[in-house]
């Protein structure tokens, strides 16, 4: 069938704009739906078929080369000790890096348009966790995802916060707006938080993904608010990014230690899980980091033709 | 940064006070705590738990930034 012959010929499913664009979509029935299409195609047997086919493909590609620690116990410190340690600072070339000292307003308008895929939904492909964790996790998690909600206040929800800074840029705020300008490699890193929060068995991943993504959060997020104050944006586009300076040195903490530490020593056969999902988030992240860092290094830009 | 009442705080008021101080990292801080500055002003508070500076070099004291992971600060 179609679906195993773009499988097969494939030879890098990550990178494959038509694979990664087609996953895309079939996660996106879960969470806004699109105009004009049935709602009732997020539940279509023969779809969620497919979907399957290129999740078995993807997570193939995935265990053969993304670096998992194998020696990690499973015990609460352990396991944050070794998720620090994974995502300890380097000296590296990093995209923040270039976002704080060289970042043309084109650039950063194509950074934006980036994080959008996923930023204008922040947080909700972990929220698919919640239910299937209890105790500890379950309360750690919840913790950082009302935070991330704005705490109750709607204003002070993330995805809001970032839709502000698009439109004070400039850049159209609405889902999906910039969607056919987005590269597979930007797409793969929404899709595989959406693959791991969308099945149980994947609920070690999940809390090990967002302990990653929090971990390498704080200090790149006050680098991205420098590069827009650099280039003479205010504070009703810099919020985002100074909001995440502060409230994601709350989250690593949380979410090391009282979701993905607590989670492995409480179901320890998860802990193989948990340090896979960190490592593919860092995996995925740093190759649209490589992608973005080579396209601006070369003067081009980073986004596809649309 | 403020928009009306402060949900975070009213909600956390209903906790009694926990502080926790993570191994090499910040102090997280939980319940009815206010914190004050040298001047003894409130120092706003947008969240209901907060992480205050351990080491030292957070660029937004008295919260934590996280780069007591950059300067290897330890709490042993």
């Known amino acids: ?10 030879a890098d499913l990550v990178t494959d704009d038509d694979v990664q664009l087609a996953l895309y979509v079939m996660y996106e029935l879960f969470y806004g739906g699109f105009d004009g299409v049935d709602d009732d195609w997020e539940w279509d047997p023969e779809l969620l078929g497919v979907r399957s086919l290129v999740e078995t493909a993807l997570e193939k590609q995935l265990l053969a080369r993304v670096a998992v620690p194998d020696d990690v116990p499973p015990d609460r410190a352990a396991v944050a000790d070794a998720l620090f340690a994974l995502t300890a600072p380097g000296p590296g070339p990093s995209v923040a890096r270039f976002v704080a000292k060289k970042a043309s307003r084109e650039q950063l308008h194509e950074f934006l348009i980036h994080r959008s895929v996923y930023q204008l939904k922040e947080a909700d492909p972990h929220t698919w966790a919640i ?9 750690a998690l919840v913790e950082i995802q009302a935070d991330e909600y704005g705490g109750g206040d709607p204003g002070r929800m993330h995805c809001e916060l970032f839709a502000r ?3 004070g840029v400039g850049l159209d705020a ?11 490699v930007t797409l793969a890193g929404v899709n595989v938080m959406s693959w791991f929060g969308l099945h149980r068995r994947w609920r070690g991943a999940i809390a090990g993904h967002l302990a990653a993504f929090e971990m390498t959060s704080s200090l790149p997020n006050r680098l991205y608010g420098d590069g827009f104050r650099r280039q003479g944006f205010g504070q009703d586009v810099t919020l985002y990014f100074d909001e995440h300076v502060e409230a994601d040195a709350v989250h690593e903490q949380i979410a ?8 492995a020593q409480q179901q320890p056969d998860l802990t193989h899980d948990i340090l896979f999902g960190a490592a593919t988030c860092l995996y995925l992240d740093d190759l649209v980091g490589r992608h973005l860092l080579s396209a601006w290094d070369a003067g081009v830009s980073s986004l596809r033709e649309s | 940064m403020t928009s009306g009442p402060d949900p975070a705080r009213r909600r956390a008021d209903r906790r009694p006070p926990t502080i926790v101080p993570c191994p090499d990292g910040p102090i997280l801080v939980r319940g009815d705590v206010t914190i004050l500055d040298d001047d003894g002003r409130p120092v706003p508070r947008q969240r209901a738990t907060v992480a205050l500076c351990r080491c030292g070099a957070s660029t937004i004291k008295p919260f934590c930034d996280g780069t007591h992971k950059a300067i290897g600060f330890t709490s042993a």
């Open chain 1, 256 to 263: 090391g230690r009282d979701l993905a530490g607590a989670l």
């Open chain 1, 174 to 184: 609405e889902y999906g707006a910039y969607i056919e300008q987005i590269p597979a």
């Open chain 1, 165 to 167: 800074t698009m439109r």
């Open chain 1, 1 to 10: 069938m179609l679906t195993q012959r773009v499988l097969g010929q494939a």
């Open chain 1, 131 to 139: 239910p299937r964790l209890t105790g500890q996790p379950k309360a």
